[in-house]
């Protein structure tokens, strides 16, 4: 069974720094790994999608990257401003029809 | 192109009362995804239905809950009976594809359900 766990728990940076999350899986035969942002109250926002085939992705200030033989993706936040304040899940995806998801980081950016 | 939709966005029930929750995915969507996000858990995938069928239940306690995805209208979540265990936002999330396939899911805002 696909265990996705999540650390820190909650992290709090002042405005301006650089930081990463940390994602590990215990199943490396994934077929992708998403991050994806949660405000309170909200949905879920999907940041980036990782094939299994790719190393990494990029989307502006965000950076995702993904090991599968290490079992661990990293998601890479430059230059953190207040509006990324939010909980940050990653999911694993596994099976024909199923997403794992850690139980998240929350963020709070400090202005 | 509107989003996936839920609704109720909240809905308050009793014990022993029934909770129904839709979702209608966004246009182009024919697979639809439901999960559970217990207090200070992680989202819980409980059901996989494409139009007219339900492909995969395996995360759906087999008892109290059903779920269909008809051939017109939104899916519909079902919690018969509902006891305070059942607490919990429950998510909508639609793909124009398997999601082996293009492995995007695009989420609703969810329904909170809390049985008193």
């Known amino acids: 069974k696909q265990e996705v766990t999540q650390i820190p728990a909650a992290l709090s940076v002042p405005e301006g720094e650089n930081l990463v999350l940390n994602c590990s899986f215990t199943?490396?035969?994934?077929?992708?790994l998403q991050w994806f942002r949660q405000d309170p109250g909200k949905g879920l926002t999907s940041l980036l999608l990782?094939?299994?085939?790719?190393r990494e992705q990029t989307s502006g200030r965000l950076n995702a990257s993904l090991d599968k033989s290490s079992g661990r993706s990293t998601l890479y936040i430059a230059a953190s401003q207040p509006g990324d304040s939010a909980t940050y899940l990653c999911?694993?995806?596994?099976?024909?029809?199923?997403?794992?998801f850690g139980t998240g980081t929350r963020l709070t950016v400090i202005p | 192109n509107a989003g996936v939709m839920q609704n109720p966005r909240h809905l308050v029930r009793r014990r022993g009362q029934e909770a129904r929750l839709r979702c209608s995915p966004m246009?182009?969507?024919?697979?639809v995804y439901w999960y559970r996000q217990l207090p200070e858990e992680g989202l819980k995938f409980m059901v996989y239905?494409?139009?007219?069928?339900?492909?995969?239940e395996s995360g759906m306690p087999k008892e109290r809950f059903s779920a269909e995805f008809p051939k017109e209208g939104p899916s519909i979540l079902r919690i018969q009976q509902v006891v305070r265990g059942d607490s919990a936002a429950y998510f909508c999330?639609?793909?124009?594809?398997?999601?082996?396939?293009?492995?995007?899911?695009?989420f609703g805002e969810g329904s909170r359900l809390t049985v008193l």
């Open positions: 999330a639609s793909s124009p594809s398997r999601l082996a396939d293009t492995g995007e899911l695009f």
């Open positions: 199943d490396s035969a994934i077929y992708n």
């Open positions: 990782i094939q299994s085939s790719q």
């Open positions: 999911a694993a995806g596994r099976g024909a029809n199923n997403l794992f």
């Open positions: 246009k182009g969507h024919s697979h």
């Open positions: 239905l494409q139009k007219e069928n339900i492909i995969d």
